[in-house]
């Protein structure tokens, strides 16, 4: 069996069949979709015994046709503005100037929000739906090649026995910590919703088959996503850190240069490679009317997870920064005798600064970054919309 280097045996398998996992399930989903819909037709709801499904049948049939009544009166009322402005009575003129703006903006909402009563096509969803799983996969492949092969050269090669098998345990808790929230999503927004705002071609009243298959696409991506997130967690175990320092270590850096620069790159690159996925996902989704704060929640949570893990390798960083202390107090009971070993100084120093503020001040800085991307994204509007409904 194939083993890429600094990875347990067994771990990129199941990277390869979560990935699989999502071409088998999607592409049978798309398959049926296509057979029991077509690309760009409009599906409607069913009406089954599914008590859920009739009633959010009604629900969306009662909105569209309040909504179409609402436009047909909207256009009337523009008719009724564009004609006073041509009319060449200056009041009616004036008046209507004042009116137009706020009477077309108006009518664009409600016509936004008329797409939430119509379920979104095939054409509509899938293609972004695509881009963003190709974007996760290889960012995710890349993010945990890359992870591994630092690891190797800096911490050695994997661990073996029990401590290097623990992956399998940590590798299921992410794929459970990560699928679970979108099983409850699936299934508060889809199955258990009465007024339900958004209705694609996946959902489960409009398809129950093609809703199941999406979730096994969900548990593929989770796979995927496990991948990069196993490696680093174990990485970044305290069983992993250097438990001795030599003061007179080639490197100046009493032999703990290299494991300092691996968790000084993955206490920052993990949050750029689940943000900038994170961020280009939820800008796709920026514009579809009918989203919910439910869709967003399982994205922050991810969000939320990889911060531990870059947390995980900052506290390793602290702990090195107080084995430091302890060796170097070890040189000497004086000042005079320590000074007088000429130990190298403190290795932290380059990640997390020699003053306590000044690592704040460096995560202070990304956050800022990371705030004016998703901003210029504009999916600050977006998630600020969604906390206040």
Same mark, same amino acid.
């Given at each position: 069996?194939?083993?890429?280097?600094?990875?347990?045996?067994?771990?990129?398998?199941?990277?390869?069949?979560?990935?699989?996992?999502?071409?088998?399930?999607?592409?049978?989903?798309?398959?049926?979709?296509?057979?029991? #819909? &077509?690309?760009?037709?409009?599906?409607?709801? *069913? =009406? /089954?015994?599914? &008590?859920?499904?009739?009633?959010?049948?009604?629900?969306?049939?009662?909105?569209?046709?309040?909504?179409?009544?609402?436009? /047909?009166?909207?256009?009337?009322?523009?008719?009724?503005?564009?004609?006073?402005?041509?009319?060449?009575? @200056?009041?009616?003129?004036?008046?209507?100037?004042?009116?137009?703006?706020?009477?077309?903006?108006?009518?664009?909402?409600?016509?936004?929000?008329?797409?939430?009563?119509?379920?979104?096509?095939?054409?509509?969803?899938?293609?972004?739906? *695509?881009?963003?799983?190709?974007?996760?996969?290889?960012?995710?492949?890349?993010?945990?090649?890359?992870? +591994?092969?630092?690891?190797?050269?800096?911490?050695?090669?994997?661990?073996?026995?029990?401590?290097?098998?623990?992956?399998?345990?940590? %590798?299921?808790?992410?794929?459970?910590?990560?699928?679970?929230?979108?099983?409850?999503?699936?299934?508060?927004?889809?199955?258990?919703?009465? %007024?339900?705002?958004?209705?694609?071609?996946?959902?489960?009243?409009?398809?129950?088959?093609?809703?199941?298959?999406?979730?096994?696409?969900?548990? &593929?991506? =989770?796979?995927?996503? @496990?991948?990069? @997130?196993?490696?680093?967690?174990?990485? &970044?175990?305290?069983?992993?850190?250097?438990?001795?320092?030599?003061?007179? %270590?080639? /490197?100046?850096?009493?032999?703990?240069?290299?494991?300092?620069? $691996?968790?000084?790159?993955?206490?920052?690159?993990?949050? $750029?490679?689940?943000?900038?996925?994170?961020?280009?996902?939820? @800008?796709?989704?920026?514009?579809?009317?009918?989203?919910?704060?439910?869709?967003?929640?399982?994205?922050?949570?991810?969000?939320?997870?990889? +911060?531990?893990?870059?947390?995980?390798?900052?506290?390793?960083?602290? #702990?090195?920064?107080?084995?430091?202390?302890?060796?170097?107090?070890?040189?000497?009971?004086?000042?005079?005798?320590?000074? /007088?070993?000429?130990?190298?100084?403190?290795?932290?120093?380059? $990640?997390?600064?020699?003053?306590?503020?000044?690592?704040?001040?460096?995560?202070?800085?990304?956050?800022?970054? *990371?705030?004016?991307?998703?901003?210029?994204?504009?999916?600050?509007?977006?998630?600020?919309?969604?906390?206040? %409904?």
């Amino acid at each position: 069996m194939y083993v890429p280097r600094g990875e347990p045996r067994g771990l990129f398998w199941l990277f390869v069949a979560g990935v699989l996992l999502v071409v088998a399930a999607l592409g049978t989903a798309t398959w049926l979709g296509l057979s029991t #819909q &077509g690309w760009n037709a409009n599906p409607s709801v *069913l =009406d /089954d015994d599914c &008590g859920t499904c009739k009633t959010q049948k009604e629900d969306l049939e009662s909105r569209a046709a309040k909504l179409k009544l609402t436009i /047909d009166l909207g256009q009337l009322r523009v008719d009724q503005i564009n004609l006073a402005l041509v009319s060449g009575n @200056a009041p009616s003129a004036f008046l209507a100037r004042l009116a137009k703006e706020p009477e077309e903006r108006s009518f664009e909402e409600t016509e936004r929000l008329q797409k939430t009563a119509t379920v979104r096509s095939m054409s509509e969803e899938l293609p972004d739906l *695509l881009v963003s799983l190709a974007l996760i996969v290889l960012v995710a492949l890349a993010t945990a090649r890359a992870a +591994a092969r630092h690891g190797e050269s800096a911490l050695g090669p994997w661990p073996a026995g029990p401590e290097g098998g623990r992956w399998r345990r940590v %590798h299921a808790c992410w794929v459970a910590i990560i699928f679970v929230p979108d099983l409850v999503r699936e299934i508060i927004t889809s199955v258990l919703a009465v %007024h339900k705002d958004w209705f694609g071609w996946t959902s489960f009243c409009v398809s129950h088959e093609t809703w199941g298959l999406m979730l096994v696409v969900y548990l &593929g991506m =989770d796979m995927v996503i @496990a991948y990069p @997130a196993t490696i680093l967690w174990c990485q &970044g175990s305290a069983t992993r850190r250097p438990k001795t320092l030599d003061p007179s %270590h080639v /490197d100046g850096r009493w032999g703990v240069e290299g494991y300092l620069l $691996f968790v000084q790159t993955w206490a920052y690159l993990p949050l $750029f490679c689940v943000v900038l996925p994170t961020c280009v996902s939820l @800008a796709m989704l920026r514009d579809v009317p009918g989203v919910t704060t439910a869709y967003l929640v399982p994205a922050l949570l991810l969000v939320a997870n990889v +911060a531990v893990v870059s947390g995980r390798m900052i506290w390793n960083a602290i #702990q090195v920064r107080l084995l430091y202390r302890r060796s170097l107090k070890a040189l000497g009971s004086t000042w005079a005798q320590i000074r /007088d070993a000429d130990a190298p100084p403190d290795p932290t120093v380059p $990640f997390l600064g020699d003053n306590w503020w000044k690592l704040p001040a460096i995560l202070l800085g990304g956050a800022s970054s *990371l705030w004016l991307m998703v901003d210029a994204l504009g999916i600050r509007e977006m998630v600020m919309s969604l906390v206040r %409904h």
